[in-house]
């Protein structure tokens, strides 16, 4: 299967260091690599490794067309205003038609229903498996592995800027400190705001709550308080009571529809969702037939979440799963 890669930061580099990896049992070929920085290099009968770039094609159009490529790997950053450009990107690819793996949560949490109709009508098939966890299963689980299984509501702590500048600060660090603790590691988001104000948990909520529970919303619409209040004097206090603050995502059925919420909470040491240090995430799902349980991912980076859109690609490749 050949592939267009557009956006090639840290995941797109560790993408490609994994198919090359891989390359004997799953022989994908890169033949197209489109960025905004770095220009475009483009070889339909394959890229070399660390292939130099030369101009940036004009459009993404021209880009995918001169790729030829079956599959378009959507990585570019996260726009939790809209999605853009990121939805193009996707629509470009459909239209030619291509297959499309992101690993950018912002179509899924702005325009999933559309994007997934235009996929089936294209006769291709669009995946997203790294937009949320890591890579960790959670789209794909339930997916191939919960038949008949209802998702009623989820919790869960999907941030893990936050939680770097949380415990920072319980440590006598300043919260800058903290978020460029976070921003050293290659955690943040490209503006480091959309994870402290909470836009990158609202975005992982919404996509979320539009996959598992048809929900049909946007970050816009999730009720979302983020950390930009908390000071190290408050987090020592609540560290002293044996307590934490996390920040987490909520979605439950109410009375009057589907409540979708992000907020700081504090929650005791010993609580599943706060037992999970620095990047590691947990989510809690609350089914009809199984109950609540969950996914944990431990200290997950680049190549965890690059082997998320490898499964993806994997996925495509054996022509499996429903559109």
């Known amino acids: 299967m050949k592939l267009a890669l557009i956006g090639y930061g840290n995941v797109g580099r560790a993408l490609a260091r994994l198919l090359r990896r891989k390359n004997r049992e799953f022989p994908f070929t890169i033949t197209g690599i489109h960025t905004l920085r770095h220009g475009t290099a483009v070889d339909p009968a394959?890229?070399?490794?660390?292939?130099?770039?030369?101009?940036?094609?004009?459009?993404?159009?021209?880009?995918?067309?001169?790729?030829?490529?079956?599959?378009?790997?959507?990585?570019?950053?996260?726009?939790?205003?809209?999605?853009?450009?990121?939805?193009?990107?996707?629509?470009?690819?459909?239209?030619?038609?291509?297959?499309?793996?992101?690993?950018?949560?912002?179509?899924?949490?702005?325009?999933?229903?559309?994007?997934?109709?235009?996929?089936?009508?294209?006769?291709?098939?669009f995946r997203f498996e790294s937009a949320v966890m890591d890579g960790a299963p959670v789209f794909n689980l339930w997916r191939y592995v919960m038949p008949g299984v209802k998702v009623l509501g989820f919790t869960g702590a999907l941030n893990s800027t936050s939680k770097i500048v949380i415990e920072t600060m319980e440590s006598g660090g300043s919260f800058a400190a903290g978020l460029a603790a976070a921003r050293a590691m290659g955690i943040t988001e490209g503006d480091g705001a959309?994870?402290?104000?909470?836009?990158?948990?609202?975005?992982?909520?919404?996509?979320?709550?539009?996959?598992?529970?048809?929900?049909?919303?946007?970050?816009?619409?999730?009720?979302?308080?983020?950390?930009?209040?908390?000071?190290?004097?408050?987090?020592?206090?609540?560290?002293?009571?044996?307590?934490?603050?996390?920040?987490?995502?909520?979605?439950?059925?109410?009375?009057?529809?589907l409540s979708l919420r992000v907020r700081a909470e504090v929650l005791d040491r010993c609580d599943i969702l706060a037992c999970t240090p620095g990047t590691s995430n947990a989510i809690l799902f609350h089914t009809d037939l199984m109950g609540t349980f969950g996914t944990v991912s431990i200290s997950p980076g680049v190549d965890q979440t690059a082997y998320g859109v490898f499964s993806d690609l994997v996925d495509l490749s054996r022509g499996a799963g429903s559109p």
């Open 194 to 257: 959309f994870d402290i104000e909470g836009w990158d948990s609202a975005a992982k909520t919404a996509a979320l709550a539009n996959v598992l529970m048809e929900a049909g919303t946007t970050p816009q619409s999730v009720s979302t308080r983020g950390i930009a209040r908390l000071t190290p004097k408050r987090t020592q206090e609540i560290a002293r009571q044996g307590k934490t603050v996390r920040l987490i995502s909520r979605a439950r059925h109410t009375a009057s529809g």
């Open 46 to 125: 394959g890229l070399r490794d660390d292939p130099p770039f030369g101009p940036r094609l004009a459009s993404i159009e021209e880009f995918l067309d001169a790729a030829r490529a079956d599959a378009a790997v959507e990585l570019t950053t996260l726009n939790p205003t809209d999605g853009e450009p990121a939805i193009a990107h996707i629509r470009a690819a459909l239209a030619r038609p291509m297959h499309v793996v992101t690993a950018n949560k912002g179509p899924i949490a702005h325009a999933y229903g559309a994007l997934q109709r235009e996929a089936a009508a294209a006769g291709v098939k």
